[in-house]
């Protein structure tokens, strides 16, 4: 949704349904979730660990997997029965946040649990972090800009003249 309103000028619109995509990456994104809620639970099953569910790292994994894993999903599921493509825009966001909330709790809490100094990035990390992030969206502008990536070649709309009606339902049936 950033591409098409950053680069909206450059998208082609003709025949194209975002809130028909939108609940379509909604429903596989409903799927997913499910499955990863699913083999956390399993995971717990596995190592028979429901003891640490009762403590206050076992209290963040439960915050951590039914609001930002449950609770998307559920919305997800909510959002595509009812056709609102807005409501599977908003979980996604939730979900995005549930995903740097467990890379945190994965990498800050989880693996250095017991250590006696607590570890906090240098300033240059964050620096780093931001320029690698800078340099992809730069990247990621220039291709948009000068390729046909968001709008379809002038030099191909004879060639998608020529397509039969046959193999343009079976596209159409992927979009």
Not at 16 to 29: H, M, S, Y
Not at 31 to 53: E, M, Q, T
Request: hydrophobic share 55%.
């Amino acid at each position: 949704m950033l591409s098409h309103r950053v680069f909206g000028n450059r998208v082609n619109h003709q025949g194209v349904d975002f809130d028909k995509l939108t609940l379509g990456l909604g429903k596989a994104a409903a799927i997913g979730l499910f499955a990863y809620f699913a083999l956390k639970w399993v995971g717990v099953a596995h190592d028979n660990r429901w003891d640490l569910l009762n403590t206050p790292l076992g209290h963040w994994f439960l915050v951590e997997v039914f609001i930002f894993v449950l609770f998307p999903c559920l919305l997800f599921t909510w959002a595509v029965r009812k056709s609102n493509a807005a409501l599977v825009r908003f979980a996604s966001i939730i979900t995005v946040i549930g995903i740097i909330i467990n890379r945190i709790n994965v990498a800050i809490v989880g693996l250095n649990w017991n250590i006696e100094d607590r570890y906090f990035p240098h300033w240059m990390e964050f620096v780093v972090t931001i320029t690698i992030i800078t340099v992809g969206l730069l990247t990621f502008r220039w291709i948009v800009n000068r390729m046909p990536v968001l709008y379809e070649h002038p030099e191909y709309k004879e060639v998608d003249q020529q397509v039969s009606e046959k193999e343009r339902a079976i596209a159409d049936q992927f979009l």
